[in-house]
């Protein structure tokens, strides 16, 4: 900050309350530019409730609800649009999710300061507020954090199944390049639908040994041909493509023991954010390989889904002893 600026607050010996730097601390940055490009413009937000809050968090919760509200009816009182999404805050009792403009959300967080010097000057015994990360020093007056009920806005970020990659978000590839770790000598339970042993993901390593007596059918399957392992044929499919995720590796170099080509099909549902009805979109992604979390891992099949996907209780009960017991 500027010098000026500090002069500017500490005037007359009153530490004036600056927004942006209660911007640039209680508004996350990818929102902040957000708002800096397009004030006007209305973002889906989640505000993360105080866990410090002096009331406790349903008062916090309550009284950011009620701060919504006053926020719009100064800066937008015409826009019906904007608002707290009462069915998906209802589900959550830490987050309020809402649509508000970036003017709206400065407002919101100004009242929020202002509440908070308010209850400040009333509380008789002022005490240091709990420690959550760095959240002491996001109000930049640490005595008014137990005050503030809001503790962050975020944007509500869209997300996108991520079929092809889950192993760069979780950073298992990093993990395989500086450790090697690959899965070597480390079995997977997998208690689901059931495994296609011949799937060709495993072939390679031979994550799926058929001869093994671990693999356990609890659901009874039907027409399970003859010699064959049922906790092996996976009808469903469910407990392959899970399989897949935790092992195995396949690479398109045309041999036999691999596929020619390989392609993943991602589906995402749109429409529900302009209030359309909502249509499935798919696309084709060629792959040249694909590899698990632990590519070399072995792999049991725990069977308790049947062929619709369906289970009882006891038969993960069962699967579950089986698993502890080897």
């Known amino acids: 900050m500027a010098a000026s600026d500090r002069q500017g607050q500490e005037e007359d010996g009153i530490r004036r309350f600056d927004p942006r730097i209660l911007d640039r601390s209680v508004i996350a940055i990818p929102l902040l530019e957000a708002i800096s490009r397009d004030e006007n413009q209305v973002h889906a937000v989640i505000i993360d409730v105080n866990l410090d809050y002096d009331e406790g968090r349903d008062a916090g919760r309550k009284w950011i609800r009620e701060a919504i509200k006053n926020a719009i009816a100064i800066i937008a009182p015409s826009d019906g649009k904007q608002g707290v999404r009462e069915k998906k805050s209802d589900l959550s009792n830490q987050y309020i999710f809402a649509r508000l403009s970036g003017k709206v959300i400065r407002e919101l967080?100004?009242?929020?300061?202002?509440?908070?010097?308010?209850?400040?000057?009333?509380?008789?015994?002022?005490?240091?507020?709990?420690?959550?990360?760095?959240?002491?020093?996001?109000?930049?007056?640490?005595?008014?954090?137990?005050?503030?009920?809001?503790?962050?806005?975020?944007?509500?970020?869209?997300?996108?199944?991520?079929?092809?990659?889950?192993?760069?978000?979780?950073?298992?590839?990093?993990?395989?390049?500086?450790?090697?770790?690959?899965?070597?000598?480390?079995?997977?339970?997998?208690?689901?639908?059931?495994?296609?042993?011949?799937?060709?993901?495993?072939?390679?390593?031979?994550?799926?040994?058929?001869?093994?007596?671990?693999?356990?059918?609890?659901?009874?399957?039907?027409?399970?041909?003859?010699?064959?392992?049922?906790?092996?044929?996976?009808?469903?499919?469910?407990?392959?493509?899970?399989?897949?995720?935790?092992?195995?590796?396949q690479l398109a170099d045309g041999t036999k023991a691999q596929a020619q080509k390989m392609r993943a099909v991602t589906r995402s549902v749109k429409g529900y954010e302009d209030g359309d009805s909502p249509a499935v979109e798919t696309r084709e992604v060629v792959l040249n390989s694909i590899r698990g979390m632990a590519p070399r891992s072995r792999l049991v099949s725990l069977k308790v889904l049947d062929d619709s996907g369906q289970r009882m209780l006891g038969c993960k009960s069962q699967s579950t002893i089986q698993a502890t017991r080897n």
């Open 109 to 249: 967080v100004r009242l929020d300061v202002e509440h908070a010097g308010s209850e400040a000057k009333m509380a008789k015994k002022p005490r240091q507020p709990k420690k959550r990360g760095k959240a002491s020093a996001q109000s930049g007056t640490p005595a008014l954090y137990r005050f503030r009920a809001i503790y962050r806005i975020w944007p509500d970020f869209k997300i996108s199944p991520c079929i092809t990659k889950s192993l760069a978000t979780v950073k298992a590839d990093a993990a395989q390049t500086s450790f090697c770790a690959h899965g070597v000598d480390i079995t997977w339970a997998i208690m689901d639908s059931g495994i296609d042993a011949n799937h060709p993901h495993f072939v390679r390593h031979g994550n799926v040994d058929p001869t093994s007596p671990l693999h356990a059918d609890f659901t009874d399957t039907p027409n399970v041909p003859k010699g064959g392992n049922a906790a092996l044929i996976d009808r469903f499919g469910h407990g392959t493509h899970v399989a897949g995720i935790v092992a195995g590796e």
